[in-house]
């Protein structure tokens, strides 16, 4: 059975860092895509950043040159370096992965992802 944990969220201050962590167990071979979304209460679940199996990656306008995704496949953990954390970035944030890529898939959209995990919360204070 596919499985993915996520670790790592907290609360931290404004300007500060974080790292997530995503641990996929029950899939042997490599996953097409990984991502990492972020809800927020009220708000619609968002992608922050995705990786694919050849190492390319996307983020959303607002996390670039702040946000690092990389993804350990020996392991098959997936991680998120978050830094210069703002307060509008506290979420519950979500780890997804899929195995293949199906037409019409973008990297940071919900469509398309068939595992997800069940959350890490991250608090940034001001």
């Known amino acids: 059975q596919v499985q993915l944990v996520e670790s790592g969220g907290g609360s931290v201050q404004a300007g500060g860092s974080l790292r997530l962590s995503c641990v996929a167990s029950?899939?042997?071979?490599?996953?097409?895509?990984m991502a990492w979304f972020r809800q927020a209460p009220g708000k619609e679940r968002e992608g922050v950043a995705a990786?694919?199996?050849?190492?390319?990656?996307s983020y959303a306008d607002s996390v670039k040159g702040r946000f690092i995704i990389s993804r350990d496949n020996a392991n098959n953990i997936l991680y998120l370096q978050m830094n210069s954390l703002k307060p509008e970035e506290t979420a519950m944030y979500y780890c997804?992965?899929?195995?293949?890529?199906?037409?019409?898939?973008?990297?940071?959209?919900?469509?398309?992802?068939?595992?997800w995990g069940q959350g890490s919360q991250v608090t940034v204070s001001s």
């Open positions: 997804a992965a899929t195995r293949n890529i199906p037409p019409f898939f973008r990297p940071l959209m919900r469509y398309g992802y068939s595992y």
């Open positions: 029950g899939f042997t071979s490599s996953w097409a895509c």
């Open positions: 990786i694919d199996s050849a190492g390319s990656t």
